[in-house]
């Protein structure tokens, strides 16, 4: 995607965050009768506080992102110590949405396997389920913020029309993939460069199932197994009960990139009511017990083959399944 919709996107946000904050008043007195009117435990005032939330970050990290740059440009700054200052940067906007949601919901965050994952000691490539937009800001707030953790992200490309994740996340090494591209080989490849030159110190996280989990979904990707006669991921596909089947290019190609790091799979369960805006409006998320697993495996586990990688994947995806299936 050419840079050209920062000219909307940056501009567009300081607008939406300027009108926001003066009409106030006249929101503020909607979400009290809304919430009056239709008892769903006050997810109007929730979900407005949260808009707020968010706009602010969306300032606060352009402004320091342009003091960085500014900071920069007249004077010396070390390689390393700028792309720190952007993970640290990346990790706070993360890690302080995440508590707001966590806050102004009512949520109830219980972690487990966090001291055995070992989470602090890097490289690890970090497999996460994604099922809401609650999830995308998980491990800024467990892993990122919390380890000290640099994470390089496999990210969807339509997210660059957020001004912060776009500019903060070119700057770090990130990967902005077109989900849809019709050169899959080259989205790979872009995948793997995320892998390169991992300290110990560093993660690398990708989303095995490259969307968020519905139902819908679910249906989808059975029918296209039935259409394409693939008799054995159809039969693997229907085995899950709330995940997807796992894509295999990019978790593969991290493998082969990173021969050293090991994998942490990351399982929860609790956000699934924030899988769309409708989801939180209804008011389902209030209150909810957001559980997360962290579960390590040495790379000595992991076969070396191509098929027995996809085998042993599609099992610990089965694994992630039983876990969030137990806990819900």
Excluded at 126 to 151: E, I, M
Excluded at 165 to 178: E, H, K, M
Excluded at 203 to 212: D, F, M, Q, S
Excluded at 311 to 327: F, G, I, T
Aim: aromatic content about 8%.
């Amino acid at each position: 995607m050419m840079r050209f919709h920062r000219l909307l996107t940056i501009p567009g946000y300081a607008l939406a965050w300027i009108l926001w904050l003066a009409s106030a008043p006249i929101w503020l007195l909607i979400a009290v009768v809304v919430d009056l009117l239709r008892p769903r435990r006050g997810v109007a005032l929730r979900s407005a506080a949260l808009v707020t939330v968010y706009l602010t970050c969306e300032l606060l990290g352009m402004a320091a992102s342009s003091a960085l740059w500014v900071w920069k440009s007249i004077s010396r700054v070390d390689a390393d110590r700028w792309m720190d200052l952007h993970f640290r940067l990346e990790a706070w906007w993360g890690t302080t949405l995440f508590q707001s949601v966590i806050t102004l919901f009512g949520l109830r965050l219980e972690v487990e396997g966090e001291g055995d994952a070992d989470l602090e000691r890097g490289p690890y490539l970090l497999l996460l389920r994604h099922a809401s937009l609650g999830d995308t800001l998980l491990a800024s707030a467990l892993v990122s913020r919390k380890h000290s953790v640099n994470l390089r992200y496999v990210l969807k490309q339509e997210l660059l029309w957020d001004p912060c994740l776009d500019i903060v996340g070119n700057r770090v090494p990130n990967a902005f993939v077109d989900r849809f591209s019709d050169d899959s080989p080259t989205e790979i490849l872009r995948v793997r460069e995320l892998a390169r030159d991992l300290g110990p110190r560093d993660g690398v996280l990708i989303y095995p199932e490259g969307t968020r989990f519905s139902e819908s979904k679910q249906r989808r990707v059975l029918e296209r197994f039935e259409h394409k006669g693939d008799v054995k991921m159809l039969e693997y596909a229907r085995s899950l009960t709330r995940v997807l089947p796992p894509r295999h290019g990019g978790v593969l190609g991290l493998l082969e990139a990173a021969p050293e790091a090991d994998v942490v799979i990351c399982s929860h369960t609790g956000f699934e009511a924030s899988a769309s805006l409708a989801g939180v409006w209804s008011g389902d998320l209030v209150g909810q017990a957001v559980r997360v697993q962290f579960r390590r495996i040495s790379r000595d586990e992991i076969p070396t083959a191509k098929a027995a990688r996809i085998n042993w994947l599609h099992d610990e995806w089965q694994r992630v399944d039983a876990w969030v299936e137990s806990h819900q």
